[in-house]
T-cell receptor, first 109, second 116 residues
Framework: GQNIDQPTEMTATEGAIVQINCTYQ??????LFWYQQHAGEAPTFLSY????GLEEKGRFSSFLSRSKGYSYLLLKELQMKDSASYLC??????????FGAGTTVTVRA | ETGVTQTPRHLVMGMTNKKSLKCEQH?????MYWYKQSAKKPLELMFV???????ENNSVPSRFSPECPNSSHLFLHLHTLQPEDSALYLC???????????????FGSGTQLSVL
């Protein structure tokens, strides 16, 4: 099966930077997604990486290293509304998305 | 009106009940999915429908029965469930199905199911 690992919880202060790591061991690789899920709400798409490197989108950036089976999501200038669960998902050779268990980020004032 | 709508938001049922979850997408997508989300566990893919045809059944017990009458609607019929089936059931859609390169998922808010 596919294996996606990410930390369970992280806490940071408003205005700070937090980096959420995701490592994966999958049967092939065809892309990696990050989703944000607020409590009681739908997961929403944040980013998609298929090539190595950094993709920047406003305060959020996502990095991928395919040779290391590694990605991170970087959240800058943290705001209270960024408190949520962040899901890493990898598309393997079967083209099905395999999700990690999610990282709950708590932003404190 | 959000892109993917699920009803009901919450459902409590006994093990002998029969109930159905409903999902509707207003995005013009061709693929729809059911996922199960248990606390502290990864999302588990249950079923995939592409152009109304089921293309994936991820070894889901027969007490879960999906139905896709058209590309905009997806149902999950539930009967004789077990307490361990209690979870958040998420519906999602994508423009096209797996393997097409156009699989960015749009999720509904889910149905929180409790089986007593």
């Amino acid at each position: 099966g596919q294996n996606i690992d990410q930390p369970t919880e992280m806490t940071a202060t408003e205005g700070a930077i937090v980096q959420i790591n995701c490592t994966y061991q999958t049967s092939g690789f065809n892309g990696l997604f990050w989703y944000q899920q607020h409590a009681g709400e739908a997961p929403t798409f944040l980013s998609y990486n298929v090539l190595d490197g950094l993709e920047e989108k406003g305060r959020f950036s996502s990095f991928l290293s395919r040779s290391k089976g590694y990605s991170y999501l970087l959240l800058k200038e943290l705001q209270m509304k960024d408190s949520a669960s962040y899901l890493c998902a990898v598309k393997a050779n079967d083209y099905k998305l395999s999700f990690g268990a999610g990282t709950t980020v708590t932003v404190r004032a | 009106e959000t892109g993917v709508t699920q009803t009901p938001r919450h459902l409590v049922m006994g093990m002998t009940n029969k109930k159905s979850l409903k999902c509707e997408q207003h995005l013009g997508h061709n693929a729809m999915y059911w996922y199960k989300q248990s606390a502290k566990k990864p999302l588990e893919l249950m079923f995939v429908y592409n152009f109304k045809e089921q293309t994936e059944n991820n070894s889901v017990p027969s007490r879960f029965s999906p139905e896709c009458p058209n590309s905009s609607h997806l149902f999950l019929h539930l009967h004789t469930l077990q307490p361990e089936d209690s979870a958040l059931y998420l519906c999602a859609s994508s423009q096209d199905g797996p393997g097409t390169g156009n699989e960015k998922l749009f999720f509904g808010s889910g149905t929180q199911l409790s089986v007593l």
